[in-house]
């Protein structure tokens, strides 16, 4: 190298462009906070008993016959919620983007609440409801759900309503950036529910799968709702190694198979869309309209139903749980401290996740295609790494003498951890955005001679608003909830609120937890819907 | 053409624009109502000579008044952490571990001796022998050492009042596996918390053998396994079970709510009830290892048994000169099981493992 170096003529010596460099920095930042905890996990799993190199855990791991039960258990409640979620989300998302519904911004809005509900505490709503001696059990005098209360079918329900905003907002944002007129040349030959079909549907489906890929991978990665409905998953498996025998190897070993099932899932959707990403542009055309016509009353109905289920009834029925307001007064009055926390830090971390994330998602989607398939799939594992396995890495990580002990010493790890778990989450969604932009304006910017800094802050940027609002609402309700990394590296004296609710809930009255329950729903909600009020009247739609 | 690519540059230069200062607009509200809330929150870090850190996995609604109350008491500045094994939230003893090369807790106050046998046998704690710890039996300090323990809870057998007459509920946890309550018993799940602290002792009481076949027997006759003992009580107090076994202090959180629900001692014949003391321990190279040893000194005076007796986490004070609390009879009573806490938590790994199969957890 340093022969070479030498017979090279000074003047061919190239800065890195600034595009090479910030991206560049992207990706180290990705890999230091994202990748290297988890990594760090998989060394020490490779540890046999007396500390030596071993595939001792993994050895064990094939030999176990709960295994198979296990990864059963684990694909099922995966693709029953994408399905699930995609099934409900999907056709909502179309009706708000092209269908005449009535107060539309309300629903869109209404609809949504059940994504910043913890599914921890959507579960709770579910037990009280569906238990054998819950609401439904004592309105009709006989016990008819209990059974399915605590199974798999329980859980992939419950998941299914806490994620199928997701995917409506992903179709009604595809829906919305389909270009118009494609459809309106259809329209002049054949019916709406033919171009519907053959037109907007396929161009709608890349954005429907990666929605699904998503939400796969939350339901595969969360531990809350199969904990408490008692279905075993390789989550709750991990939490076993951890809590119960206190094995960081086996633990880690735990967590492959999962990571296996996301591998697979991100590669069957990539098989699947293929090539079928197709950018799009925006347009001033209108485009298909749906008008519901005669099937209105029936639309707006199923539309009824599917909030009354998913909204209406878990709140009521916490709110018949808690009881009185006073208690819900006095849980935010004892938590104020751990509320202000909690906004604060979320804000910085789903503002910094945005900031880092679209960087990723921007370097990924105009990678050299071989690469790009590959980065995505590394965003998507990642992701899908269990949080006590990101948690007890980052402990090793960060908890050591200088200047990591002190940022392990104060809230900033907590960030650092909302980093670790959720930028891949946001570079996925921004990715998707830049995707659908064509590189053609990039490329007139750089003929005009404008630096890749300039024609990424004024052509890139501009175009995926909704990219970037999305992400940051995802990446802000996804860090406010987060409990499973946070509650291990949480410094001494310092609390998040839903460390303090999952500290507080034992021995408390189940009056007392739904009160909690509610209160956190509120409190994610208020500056949701003050950021909601906010982007009103701008472009800002999603 | 070119104008027209120009507006469009204008018009999305000033939406991004428009778009940031929206944003920049939320952000300072959502600071400015964290400031409202009076507290400084910066990325705060701080070691003061006058401090201690404390990791707590004794319910937080009890331990955080104590804890309040030495800190006003002394002045010294008290960093707490959190955790009950209730909500089988991994924390604290997953954290020490891993916190082992470079610790940053000076105590740990255990609620249920195995998290704290478990740190002793991994080295995460060092001898300490207090001097307040003078008044408490024997058998629940370590001939090492390496913990004290303190207010204790026990193990009971709880069931609903509307649905069992008190002449009919069992006695023993054994009755548990008597068809006679089939598919009416819920217990908390036996690979964590206290729950598996008692298994344990069940098998170093039984034997393998016997403890084996009790739960066989537990698993044909329907035993609900549910995810915490406050879980066991809610399903008996909404009737979804007639009973479980819980701790003391579950069941009398829901005493002090009306609820109907009613405990037993169990085993007041035969093995005894197993005594679930709390257990302090010194965390080996703590940063404050002094301000941690008069922390620990504080937390075994008879003041605290007492504050913990009186408070609704009704614990049992070992000392027999602390009045104890008024639902729970006195240690003197009735007849605890007789354990040797080490070995006992010795067993928890094997013992979780063969439960694994048997209860098909």
Redesign the interface.
């Known amino acids: 190298m340093r022969t070479a170096a030498k017979t090279v003529p000074r003047r061919a010596f190239m800065w890195p462009s600034a595009r090479a460099v910030i991206l560049g920095a992207a990706a180290i930042l990705f890999v230091g906070i994202c990748v290297l905890p988890t990594v760090y996990m998989f060394g020490v799993s490779f540890a046999g008993v007396d500390g030596s190199f071993s595939f001792y855990h993994y050895r064990q791991l094939l030999l176990d016959p709960?295994e198979r039960d296990l990864l059963l258990n684990t694909a099922l409640l995966g693709t029953g919620t994408a399905a699930l979620a995609t099934i409900i989300g999907a056709p909502l998302g179309l009706l708000l983007a092209r269908a005449d519904l009535p107060v539309k911004r309300f629903l869109r809005l209404a609809l949504v609440v059940p994504l910043v509900i913890p599914p921890y505490i959507l579960g709770l709503a579910w037990i009280y409801i569906g238990?054998?001696?819950g609401v439904l059990a004592r309105v009709l005098g006989h016990d008819l759900l209990?059974h399915w209360t605590y199974s798999l079918t329980g859980a992939v329900i419950t998941l299914s309503i806490g994620f199928y905003p997701l995917a409506m907002l992903a179709t009604e944002a595809a829906a919305r950036r389909v270009d118009a007129q494609l459809e309106e040349a259809g329209l002049m030959v054949t019916r709406p529910l033919r171009v519907l079909r053959r037109i907007t549907l396929p161009l709608v489906a890349p954005s429907i799968a990666s929605s699904a890929l998503v939400i796969f991978v939350l339901a595969l990665s969360e531990f809350g709702v199969p904990?408490?409905l008692?279905v075993?998953v390789f989550t709750t498996e991990v939490?076993?190694a951890?809590?119960?025998?206190?094995d960081?190897g086996a633990a880690t070993a735990l967590a492959v198979p999962l990571l296996v099932v996301a591998l697979i899932a991100g590669v069957a959707v990539k098989l699947l869309v293929g090539k079928r990403m197709i950018t799009t542009r925006r347009s001033t055309h209108s485009g298909l309209a749906l008008p519901l016509g005669g099937w209105r009353a029936l639309t707006i109905g199923s539309v009824v139903v599917v909030l009354f289920l998913s909204v209406g009834l878990p709140l009521t029925v916490l709110a018949i749980e808690a009881g009185r307001v006073e208690r819900i007064v006095f849980a935010i009055r004892t938590s104020?401290?751990a509320?202000?926390?909690s906004?604060?830090l979320a804000?910085i971390g789903a503002?910094l996740i945005v900031a880092l994330a679209v960087l990723l998602g921007y370097g990924q989607a105009r990678a050299r295609t071989r690469l790009r398939g590959l980065v995505d799939l590394v965003f998507i594992v990642v992701f899908a790494v269990p949080s006590?396995v990101v948690g007890?890495g980052l402990?090793?990580l960060w908890?050591?003498?200088g200047l990591p002990?002190?940022v392990?010493?104060?809230?900033?790890i907590i960030v650092i951890a909302y980093l670790a778990r959720f930028v891949p989450v946001g570079a996925l969604i921004l990715a998707a955005s830049v995707r659908q932009m064509p590189v053609s304006s990039e490329e007139s910017a750089e003929v005009a001679g404008a630096g890749w800094l300039r024609s990424f802050?004024?052509?890139v940027?501009?175009?995926i608003?909704n990219g970037?609002?999305a992400a940051?609402v995802v990446a802000f309700i996804l860090a406010f909830g987060e409990?499973g990394a946070t509650?291990?590296v949480?410094?001494?004296?310092e609390?998040t609120l839903p460390v303090r609710i999952?500290?507080?809930?034992?021995?408390?009255?189940?009056?007392e937890v739904a009160a909690l329950a509610l209160m956190q729903v509120g409190v994610i909600i208020i500056?949701l819907a003050?950021?909601g009020v906010?982007?009103r009247g701008?472009?800002?739609k999603w | 053409m070119g104008s027209c690519h120009q507006t469009d540059s204008i018009k999305s230069t000033s939406h991004i624009i428009d778009c940031l200062k929206r944003f920049a607009f939320a952000l300072s509200i959502a600071l400015i109502l964290t400031s409202c809330s009076g507290t400084q929150r910066s990325f705060q870090t701080g070691d003061s000579p006058k401090e201690v850190t404390i990791y707590v996995s004794t319910d937080r609604v009890f331990s955080e008044p104590i804890l309040r109350a030495y800190e006003q008491k002394t002045g010294v500045k008290l960093n707490a952490v959190y955790d009950t094994e209730e909500t089988k939230s991994t924390g604290l003893a997953n954290r020490l571990l891993a916190e082992k090369n470079n610790p940053q807790a000076d105590v740990f106050w255990s609620n249920e001796p195995v998290r704290t046998l478990v740190l002793k046998k991994r080295g995460v704690l060092i001898p300490y022998q207090s001097a307040m710890a003078a008044g408490i039996p024997a058998v629940f300090k370590d001939p090492e050492n390496y913990w004290t323990g303190f207010s204790a809870r026990i193990r009971v057998i709880v069931y609903n009042t509307k649905l069992v007459k008190p002449e009919e509920a069992p006695k023993s946890v054994f009755d548990l596996a008597d068809p006679k309550w089939r598919d009416q018993a819920a217990l908390a799940d036996p690979r964590f918390g206290t729950t598996s602290f008692h298994v344990a002792a069940l098998y170093a009481e039984l034997g393998d053998d016997r403890a084996d076949e009790f739960f066989h027997r537990l698993k044909a006759n329907g035993v609900k396994i549910v995810s915490a003992n406050s879980v066991v009580l809610d399903a008996v107090a909404r009737g979804e079970v007639k009973l479980g076994i819980t701790d003391t202090d579950d069941v009398n959180v829901a005493l002090a709510a009306n609820k109907p629900v009613a405990m037993v001692l169990p085993d007041r014949e035969g093995m005894g009830a197993p005594v679930m003391p709390n257990m302090l321990s010194l965390i080996a190279g703590a940063p404050h290892s002094e301000a941690g040893k008069k922390l620990i000194d504080y937390l075994l005076s008879p003041e605290v048994e007492r504050m913990l007796a009186l408070s609704e986490a009704v614990q049992i004070p070992l000392r027999p000169s602390v009045e104890g609390p008024k639902n729970i009879p006195p240690l003197s009573s009735f007849k605890p099981m007789t354990l040797d806490y080490g070995k006992a938590a010795d067993r928890v790994e094997d013992v979780t493992r063969r439960l694994q199969s048997i209860l098909g957890l």
Do not use: C
Request: zero cysteines.
């Open positions: 709960r238990g054998s001696a209990s904990g408490l008692r075993p939490f076993t951890f809590a119960a025998l206190y960081f104020s401290e509320i202000a926390n906004i604060f804000t503002t006590t007890i402990i090793n908890n050591r003498p002990g002190e392990y010493k104060s809230t900033a802050a004024r052509i940027l501009p175009q608003p970037l609002a940051w409990l509650v291990l949480t410094p001494p004296g609390s999952y500290t507080m809930i034992a021995n408390t009255p189940s009056s500056p003050l950021l906010l982007a701008t472009r800002l």
